[in-house]
């Protein structure tokens, strides 16, 4: 409730923390005593009423206590709060109070000294000497407002701030009664009793609104010139101490406003046209506050969900992040991407693990400089990581007693019935390399082989170890994915992969990635801790093999960017139609994966892994390596290391390595030659279909027997075929008819040999 219910009289222009409209430079003296006539009995009421205010004074219970100025800092609480590196250095800002905008606090002596003169000349041009309120001023402007000669306020610097620090003495849009502004004056007097003035005009820069949203000297400095307080010139001060009696009045105001301020500052001073230039330019449009650095908004996105409390104002707060390496990986994946300018490609993305700890060392989530969607989170968008689930196929594989490092593999044609229709896979060369050792398959990244592995394997099998592996959006079942599984059908994030590989480093333990920071970890054995999702024999024989450059020359020549410093294990991936590339390896210490492509799906032009992420993959696993090349891990129990030949020698005789009860010292197979003669045709399940433009005597459908064979018959249809349509070398070349039809190879004594089915429409 107020002490005195008779209302302020209205119509001051005082702004909404009580600051005077008209500068205390331009309060004019108490105009002298008249005798006789309404002026004098003005002026006597006025004395009255100021004598019983003096009295007052002395007699009106203390008013509530005010806090002390460590408490006002200390509670004080700026917009943005702040995500750390682990090492404390700056990595991203964020906003997390939107209704107003303020920077940290800025001590006085950090501030412009333009700027307290400017503030002082233009509110309080006596709060050095007065104690809170300027008596001279409240004389000055009761007569003014009795007499009807202006309307005019006289809060101090103090009595503002008190109004600032107390809600209930915050003008309202009617107006302060005059027991508002009686408290206001009280808790001003108590202010300077218990506060400095250097304290007092501290506070309230730190905390009166300037324009908009714009809080605080600090907010002000920034969002209009793009400066800290500490550099304002005169003309910058000036304008500020301007807004203070009209925050949101419009830039020719406010720059007339400066030009007082500024001509009351003294010389040397800006010229008025300047003022009202810097007015126009500051004031013509909304505030804008440029923060940097700003160098992981996407890993930010993600690691604020995962806080278990919101970040609050003027919060630190630590990440797993390491800013150096942020800024590498950055630079990295920019400066490639700008080499590959005109090969239809804007996107990337590079995430780096910490292998024992799980830390998420470096998470850049887009390009910045050339994507067209850079909002778009390349680490956890889900994409087709190609032949980089390869690696996860093989292990399966020799886990299971399927298959060794040596187990020789059959690269050749190769059609699959699928409920879609036929599934041939192929090279990225488009070539086959005939009968390799899952060492060079595995290496040289051969597709064909894969999927054999697959066939051999089972497509269900294969997806649950995926999903073990944290793979955790391929949701369908393995029918969905099918044979394409092998060479990566199903959809995958960059950063669930790369924590699949990280199990390959960690010796086949499954780990969870750490956003925040954890105890350094000085280098030594990897923690045991983790969930088990591959021996720790296989993860050793796959790190060997994607380590090897000899098994990958075939494809990828023995020098590549898949070359590094020290050690490491890489294997690259490229997705259906160039849409994707990827490239991720490991040493003992550290895990990196590269996405490139597009973030709206489109094809690259002539970019393939070993040209679109292995370049990035290198440079940043380079940056890791640079002090300490890595080590080779030692040889683990349960894998030997044997002497093996080949008959036929398919590959030179080499030193391989074995689970322990699989090793071969010879590694003998049967060659196409050896095998029983099959059909080589469409493919089993083929639909072909009759050219009604080319005459009917000119269609045919080539069969071949492998090998080339004399002597053998076929039937169409269970019927034996027409003699002519049989080749010299034995193969059947076939006038085809509508249909569904079923061909059979026959041997001498009549035994079906091989069979194979098409349709023709």
């Not at 595995?442 to 592995?453: F, Y």
């Given at each position: 409730?107020?002490?005195?219910?008779?209302p302020?009289?209205?119509?001051?222009?005082?702004d909404?923390?009580?600051?005077s409209?008209?500068?205390?430079?331009?309060?004019?003296?108490t105009?002298?005593?008249?005798k006789?006539?309404?002026?004098?009995?003005?002026?006597?009421?006025?004395?009255r009423?100021?004598l019983v205010?003096?009295?007052?004074?002395?007699?009106?219970?203390?008013?509530?206590?005010l806090?002390?100025?460590?408490?006002?800092?200390g509670a004080?609480?700026?917009?943005?709060?702040?995500?750390?590196?682990?090492?404390?250095?700056?990595?991203?800002?964020?906003?997390?109070?939107?209704?107003?905008?303020?920077?940290?606090?800025?001590?006085?002596?950090?501030?412009?000294p333009a700027?307290?003169r400017a503030?002082?000349?233009s509110?309080d041009?006596?709060f050095?000497?007065h104690?809170?309120?300027?008596w001279?001023?409240v004389?000055s402007?009761?007569?003014d407002?009795?007499?009807?000669?202006?309307?005019?306020?006289?809060?101090?610097?103090?009595?503002?701030?008190?109004?600032?620090?107390?809600?209930?003495?915050?003008?309202?849009?009617?107006?302060?009664?005059?027991?508002?502004?009686?408290?206001?004056?009280?808790?001003?007097?108590?202010?300077?009793?218990?506060?400095?003035?250097?304290?007092?005009l501290?506070?309230?820069?730190?905390?009166?609104?300037f324009?908009?949203?714009?809080?605080?000297?600090?907010?002000a400095?920034?969002?209009?010139?793009?400066k800290?307080?500490?550099?304002?010139?005169?003309?910058?001060?000036?304008?500020?101490?301007?807004?203070?009696?009209?925050?949101?009045a419009?830039?020719?105001?406010?720059g007339k406003?400066?030009?007082?301020?500024?001509?009351?500052?003294?010389?040397?001073?800006?010229?008025?046209a300047?003022?009202?230039?810097?007015?126009?330019?500051?004031?013509?449009?909304?505030?804008?506050?440029?923060?940097?650095?700003?160098l992981?908004?996407?890993?930010?996105?993600?690691?604020?969900?995962?806080?278990?409390?919101?970040?609050?104002?003027?919060?630190?707060?630590?990440?797993?992040?390491d800013?150096?390496?942020?800024?590498?990986?950055?630079?990295?994946?920019?400066?490639h991407?700008?080499?590959?300018?005109?090969?239809?490609?804007?996107?990337?993305?590079v995430?780096?693990?910490?292998n024992?700890s799980?830390?998420i060392?470096a998470?850049?989530g887009?390009?910045?400089?050339?994507?067209?969607?850079p909002?778009?989170?390349?680490?956890?968008?889900?994409?087709?990581?190609?032949?980089a689930?390869?690696?996860?196929?093989?292990?399966?594989a020799?886990?299971?007693?399927?298959?060794t490092?040596?187990?020789?593999?059959?690269?050749?044609?190769?059609?699959?019935?699928t409920?879609?229709?036929q599934?041939v896979p192929?090279?990225?060369e488009?070539?086959?390399?005939?009968?390799?050792?899952?060492?060079?398959a595995?290496?040289?990244?051969?597709?064909?082989?894969?999927?054999?592995?697959l066939?051999?394997?089972g497509?269900?099998?294969?997806?649950q170890?995926?999903?073990?592996?944290?793979?955790?959006?391929?949701?369908?079942?393995?029918?969905?994915?099918g044979?394409?599984?092998?060479?990566?059908?199903?959809?995958?994030?960059?950063?669930?992969?790369?924590?699949?590989?990280?199990?390959?480093?960690?010796?086949g333990?499954?780990?969870?990635?750490?956003?925040?920071?954890?105890?350094?970890?000085?280098?030594?054995?990897?923690a045991?801790k983790?969930?088990?999702?591959?021996?720790?024999?296989?993860?050793?024989?796959?790190?060997?093999?994607?380590?090897?450059?000899?098994?990958?020359?075939?494809?990828?020549?023995?020098?590549?960017?898949?070359e590094?410093?020290?050690?490491?294990?890489?294997?690259?991936?490229t997705?259906?139609?160039?849409?994707?590339?990827?490239c991720?390896?490991?040493?003992p210490?550290?895990?990196?994966?590269?996405?490139?492509?597009?973030?709206?799906?489109?094809?690259?032009?002539?970019?393939?892994?070993?040209?679109?992420?292995?370049?990035?993959?290198q440079?940043?696993?380079?940056?890791?390596?640079?002090?300490?090349?890595?080590?080779?891990?030692?040889?683990p129990?349960?894998?030997?290391?044997?002497?093996?030949?080949?008959?036929?020698?398919?590959?030179?005789?080499?030193q391989?390595?074995f689970l322990?009860?699989?090793?071969?010292d010879?590694?003998?197979?049967?060659?196409?030659?050896?095998?029983?003669?099959?059909?080589?045709?469409?493919?089993?399940?083929?639909?072909?279909?009759l050219?009604?433009?080319i005459?009917?005597?000119?269609?045919?459908?080539?069969?071949?027997?492998?090998?080339?064979?004399?002597?053998?018959?076929?039937?169409?249809?269970?019927?034996p075929?027409?003699?002519?349509?049989?080749?010299p070398?034995?193969?059947l070349?076939?006038?085809?008819?509508?249909?569904?039809?079923?061909?059979?190879?026959?041997?001498p004594?009549?035994?079906?040999?091989?069979?194979t089915?098409?349709?023709?429409?």
């Open positions: 409730m107020s002490r005195f219910p008779p302020f009289p209205k119509g001051g222009r005082g909404s923390y009580g600051v409209r008209i500068p205390a430079a331009e309060i004019p003296p105009p002298p005593l008249r006789g006539g309404t002026g004098r009995l003005l002026h006597h009421y006025f004395y009423l100021l205010t003096l009295l007052l004074a002395g007699t009106l219970p203390a008013l509530a206590a806090p002390r100025f460590e408490a006002v800092r004080y609480t700026p917009s943005e709060a702040w995500l750390l590196d682990r090492n404390g250095l700056p990595l991203q800002t964020l906003r997390v109070n939107n209704k107003v905008r303020r920077l940290p606090w800025v001590r006085l002596s950090d501030l412009s700027m307290t503030l002082l000349v509110e041009k006596r050095m000497e104690a809170g309120v300027d001279r001023a004389v402007a009761m007569w407002n009795l007499s009807g000669a202006s309307h005019r306020g006289a809060s101090t610097l103090t009595m503002q701030l008190a109004g600032l620090l107390d809600p209930e003495l915050y003008r309202p849009a009617g107006g302060r009664s005059l027991g508002q502004k009686w408290d206001q004056m009280q808790e001003a007097r108590n202010l300077e009793k218990r506060w400095t003035k250097q304290q007092i501290e506070a309230y820069l730190n905390l009166v609104n324009r908009g949203e714009l809080a605080g000297i600090h907010a400095a920034e969002g209009l010139f793009r800290h307080p500490s550099g304002l010139n005169k003309a910058e001060a000036s304008l500020l101490a301007a807004l203070l009696r009209g925050p949101n419009e830039p020719a105001i406010v406003r400066a030009c007082g301020v500024a001509t009351q500052m003294g010389k040397p001073q800006p010229t008025c300047d003022v009202q230039r810097l007015a126009r330019t500051a004031l013509s449009g909304p505030p804008r506050i440029e923060i940097e650095p700003q992981a908004p996407h890993f930010a996105r993600q690691f604020i969900t995962r806080l278990p409390q919101p970040l609050r104002g003027g919060q630190n707060q630590r990440t797993s992040l800013a150096r390496l942020q800024r590498i990986a950055t630079e990295a994946l920019q400066h991407l700008a080499e590959l300018k005109g090969r239809e490609v804007e996107d990337g993305a995430v780096v693990l910490d024992r799980g830390e060392l998470y850049v887009a390009s910045g400089l050339t994507s067209l969607s909002e778009v989170d390349g680490v956890i968008a889900a994409r087709l990581p190609g032949s689930l390869k690696p996860f196929l093989y292990g399966l020799m886990e299971q007693g399927l298959l490092a040596a187990s020789p593999l059959e690269d050749s044609p190769l059609a699959l019935d409920p879609t229709g599934y192929q090279n990225y488009r070539d086959f390399k005939g009968w390799v050792s899952v060492r060079t595995l290496g040289a990244s051969l597709n064909v082989p894969a999927v054999r592995t066939m051999l394997m497509e269900e099998r294969f997806l170890r995926l999903r073990d592996l944290g793979l955790a959006t391929l949701k369908e079942d393995a029918d969905f994915y044979y394409a599984l092998a060479l990566g059908g199903g959809e995958v994030t960059l950063l669930d992969l790369a924590n699949a590989y990280r199990a390959l480093a960690n010796d333990l499954l780990k969870p990635v750490a956003w925040l920071p954890k105890e350094v970890t000085k280098p030594g054995p990897v045991s983790g969930k088990r999702v591959m021996t720790k024999p296989a993860a050793w024989i796959v790190g060997d093999i994607l380590a090897d450059k000899g098994a990958r020359a075939l494809t990828f020549g023995l020098a590549s960017p898949l590094t410093r020290g050690w490491a294990a890489v294997k690259t991936g997705s259906k139609d160039m849409r994707d590339n990827w991720l390896g490991y040493t210490r550290y895990t990196v994966g590269v996405w490139v492509g597009n973030a709206s799906g489109s094809p690259m032009h002539n970019v393939s892994g070993i040209t679109g992420a292995a370049p990035v993959w440079a940043v696993m380079n940056a890791l390596q640079a002090e300490q090349p890595a080590m080779p891990p030692e040889m129990e349960g894998v030997v290391r044997r002497a093996i030949r080949y008959e036929p020698p398919i590959e030179p005789e080499r391989e390595v322990t009860g699989t090793a071969q010879v590694i003998t197979l049967a060659l196409a030659e050896e095998r029983p003669p099959h059909i080589e045709g469409p493919g089993n399940g083929a639909v072909l279909a050219d009604p433009d005459p009917a005597e000119r269609q045919k459908v080539l069969f071949r027997t492998v090998p080339a064979s004399t002597g053998l018959a076929w039937r169409i249809d269970d019927q075929s027409d003699p002519a349509w049989t080749l070398d034995g193969s070349s076939w006038p085809p008819s509508k249909g569904a039809h079923r061909v059979t190879l026959h041997g004594e009549g035994a079906a040999l091989d069979a089915f098409l349709t023709v429409k």
